[in-house]
């Protein structure tokens, strides 16, 4: 615990001493008690299950079978407007500015901005793609695979790289306030709260494509 808690900190473990009872103290409305990180790693875990959308596409176009239509348009409408058009616009507002200001991982925030630009193009695709020959369903499939490849890596970087350090940057204050302005800025774009609706979205996706129950994953 207390080495976990020196590596997100840097040293400076008073900083996850007091936010927890913050957080617990001072709890949101609504909301319960969503951290700043909470917050934006389930945004990304609705952005991994629709990469698994993606995947089970890829592997039907390999395989020849049918996919529903509405799978690829739906799943890319849910990247467009909660992960482009939300989740990122928050790292690109609230949290690279941060990293940037204080010089630490400025390279990566670099990186993960043009790779936010990159795959906002890739989705345009995805949206536009008709899908309708096997030309159609080859170029679709490439850009699948091209959003699968950038965006698992990208994720995951931001999860245990970007959002543990923004511990050494913020003080505990400034977190649980952009916490709070985090859990704002969803309730005014959504009109509730953001992350369930698209959690719902994204499972019936995975209905329509046989991928929702969890136990067929389960080596026997
Ligand atoms: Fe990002
Ligand atoms: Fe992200």
């Not at 739906?74 to 204080?102: C, M, S, V, W």
């Not at 990159?118 to 080859?138: F, P």
């Not at 996706?205 to 991928?211: A, D, N, P, V």
């Amino acid at each position: 615990m207390s080495s976990r808690r020196e590596f997100l900190t840097g040293g400076l473990v008073i900083t996850g001493v007091v936010m927890a009872p913050r957080a617990i103290a001072f709890g949101k409305a609504g909301k319960g008690d969503v951290s700043t990180n909470e917050d934006l790693m389930r945004e990304h875990g609705v952005l991994k299950r629709v990469l698994l959308c993606y995947d089970e596409i890829i592997h039907r176009i390999d395989t020849g079978e049918t996919f529903p239509p509405e799978s690829v348009r739906d799943g890319a409408t849910i990247i467009r407007n909660f992960i482009e058009q939300y989740h990122e616009k928050l790292e690109e507002q609230h949290l690279f500015p941060r990293f940037r200001k204080a010089n630490m991982l400025v390279d990566l925030v670099n990186a993960l901005e043009t790779q936010h630009t990159a795959g906002r193009k890739v989705t345009e695709r995805i949206l536009a793609s008709k899908g309708s020959d096997a030309d159609d369903k080859r170029a679709l499939q490439h850009d699948l695979k091209a959003f699968v490849r950038m965006y698992a890596p990208h994720e995951a970087r931001e999860d245990t790289v970007l959002f543990p350090a923004l511990h050494q940057i913020v003080s505990p204050h400034e977190y649980d306030a952009l916490g709070e302005e985090f859990e704002t800025i969803e309730r005014k774009t959504f009109g509730g709260d953001g992350f369930e609706m698209y959690r719902d979205k994204v499972a019936a996706i995975e209905k329509t494509l046989g991928i929702y129950d969890l136990a067929q994953f389960t080596p026997t």
